[in-house]
């Protein structure tokens, strides 16, 4: 089935992201999900008040703010869709992972109550009923989530969508909440030991736990997270594909929601090659990444002087020299200005965030290097900032 609906969705929708087709696959998962969760709440509030069991009724309300959470989560893709206007150039991509945080903040809320409500039924143990309905409402249950959990992962995966992710991730959450409830009740009906309370108690801490991890993960981008490394790794590729291409450097990478990256470079090339034929195929790399890759590229041209046997063989060697102090240094940009005792070298060094070295500390040590090596030269050093993870 859910196969079935994916499927009929990626057929009727080929550009997941264009952000009309996160719109609809958004809208779908959570029309889908509010039905489901309002079903089961109903189902698991009859059982649970008949019973008298805090652990379903409790099971049952969270059903209802799964409810909320994919009405949030509605909403989130609605206005993500919003196109650009003057005070928004970027997009409102972002409002989907506003969404996302909200569905992990519910998340946490429904584990706190949980853990709340639980404590009160250990301290004031009350008889818990227990039927076949039960018994069939919550394997149901389990039923139900299972599946959303797959369709809402299915139908994450294929838009890249971090909020349908955790839709899904709360689903899994739901299972094993309801299995737990369901195990406890057995064993207290087969041996008369009330685990009501503690069954919910764990349950809470559980979907808290995993409340907390949600809340990291969709924190993170609106915080500006590094780009992921396969994402670094095939725009450096790309560029360096293209021929005349020497290196490339600076690249960052500026996300403003799902299928909204924005992404700029320096791109290296002869300094002797005509500069127009150099323009014309930068305009064509920025071009390719746009219609290929739905990504604005935003290229910086960098003459690199390539007839020069002796800048090229200080380049080489200062390259890996610098890696002494660090072995993720890297220098771009170096050329030479000869005066009438010493001869300047000029070059920017990109250090790692992390590194245990101030900007000053950082270019003393790579002059004293070069001119250990060099003594009739004098470093010049850019310091500049690493805007990828420094594992990458």
């Known amino acids: 089935m859910t196969e079935w609906l994916v499927r009929h969705f990626i057929r009727n ?9 996160r719109t609809s696959y958004g ?40 409810a909320a959470s994919n009405i949030v989560s509605l909403l989130g893709f609605k206005l993500a869709s919003r196109p650009a206007d003057p005070e928004h150039p970027y997009g409102h ?23 709340t409500s639980s404590v009160g039924k ?9 039927s076949p309905a039960l018994v069939a409402v919550l394997a149901l249950s389990i039923a139900v989530k299972l ?49 009501d309370g503690w069954a919910g108690l764990a349950v809470g801490a559980f979907i808290c736990w995993s409340g907390v991890g949600l809340l990291r993960d969709t924190v993170s981008p609106l915080l500006g997270q590094a780009p992921s490394p396969e994402l670094v790794e095939h725009i450096r590729t790309k560029i ?10 600076d690249l960052m990478v500026h996300d403003y929601g799902p299928g909204r990256q924005f992404a700029s470079a320096h791109v290296e090339m002869a300094a002797e090659a005509d500069p ?17 890759d739905g990504l604005i590229v935003t290229l910086h041209y960098d003459p690199i002087v390539t007839d020069d046997p002796e800048v090229a063989d200080m380049r080489n060697w200062i390259g890996q020299a610098v890696k002494i102090i660090d072995p993720r240094l890297t220098i771009h940009d170096l050329r030479t200005v ?17 590194l245990n070295l101030t900007d000053s500390q950082l270019k003393r040590r790579i002059d004293q290097i070069v001119r250990d090596h060099y003594p009739k030269t004098i470093a010049k050093v850019t310091i500049d900032e690493s805007y990828v993870s420094s594992q990458q």
Request: charged share 15%; aromatic share 6%.
């Open 27 to 66: 809208q779908f998962a959570g029309a889908v999900c509010i039905v489901c969760n309002v079903l089961l709440c109903l189902a698991k509030g009859a059982i649970g008040l008949i019973a008298g069991s805090v652990s379903i009724v409790a099971d049952a309300v969270n059903n209802l703010s799964d």
């Open 93 to 115: 991509g972002r409002y989907e992972y506003l969404a996302g945080l909200v569905v992990a903040a519910l998340v946490l809320a429904i584990g706190i109550n949980l853990v």
């Open 276 to 292: 127009l034929e150099s323009h014309d195929l930068i305009d064509n790399i920025e071009q390719d990444f746009k219609t290929e």
């Open 147 to 195: 599946w959303m959990a797959s369709f809402n992962r299915a139908l994450g995966r294929r838009i890249d969508s971090d909020t349908l992710e955790a839709t899904a991730i709360d689903s899994r959450n739901d299972v094993i909440s309801t299995a737990a409830v369901l195990a406890c009740a057995c064993v207290s009906h087969a041996t008369g030991i009330d685990l």
């Open 240 to 249: 360096l594909s293209y021929p005349g291409v020497l290196g490339t450097h």
């Open 338 to 354: 000869p005066g009438t005792t010493r001869t300047n070298v000029i070059f920017d060094c990109v250090r790692p965030q992390d």
């Open 13 to 21: 929708h080929d550009r997941t992201s264009d952000p009309a087709v």
């Open 122 to 130: 250990i301290a004031n143990p009350a008889p818990t009923g227990f």
